[in-house]
């Protein structure tokens, strides 16, 4: 067995004595979501109060928090199959959530930038922000149109780890880069989807087309 492999065991299984915690005590699935974005929301915090004396440490802490959120990110849908809670109701809040832990933590780093006059990584931060946002719009509103829109590399899960890459590592400004790398693919993975949902709905009507000649 690889290192790798028993890494991946172990986190797997802290991972469900942890849901099997939380099951015991029938919390609602909706409430970890909802406790996950209260820590977004405290990670922003760290963002945005920083200054540049002492970033190097309120990133640090910021990114750790962050990774706390993730862990109530991850057993939400876990204890819901568990407890027989899941809903359509669920999934919709979690994805809602999200959105608001998203912004809520580009939006600290926003505050930190503005604060230190460094307007361009204001500008780009408000870029990456809604492009994210875009990424999910458009997965969205094409799953309401075709089905399933899962193309494009740049998933919430990439953005997270981008971000906290960056919070861990600021000391060596590693913060700048991940912005970059989070703006490039994540326009990239919303035009994937653009293309990606317009040569669908071309067969689609394609065939409708063919479809009806055929029955002339």
Known sequence: MTWTRAFGKGSGWLLQKIVNGLALTRISPNALTFIGL?????????????RVSNANRMFLYAGLIIIGA???????????RQTNQVSVFGAFF????????????????MIFYARGNR???VGLVAFVMTACVMVSYTRARAEALIGTCKVGFMERPERIVCVILGALCNRWGVMGPALWVLAVFSTLT?????RYT??????RR????QQSSSVR
């Open 70 to 80: 993730g862990i109530f990110d991850m057993v939400d849908g876990r204890v819901a």
């Open 119 to 121: 307007l361009f990584y």
């Open 190 to 194: 919303v035009i994937h989807r653009i």
């Open 198 to 203: 317009y040569l669908e709905t071309e067969r």
């Open 38 to 50: 209260i820590i977004n929301i405290v990670a922003a915090c760290f963002f945005g109060f920083a």
């Open 206 to 209: 394609l065939a409708e087309l």
């Open 94 to 109: 979690d994805s809602v959530m999200d959105r608001y832990s998203d912004v809520a933590i580009f939006f600290g780093l």
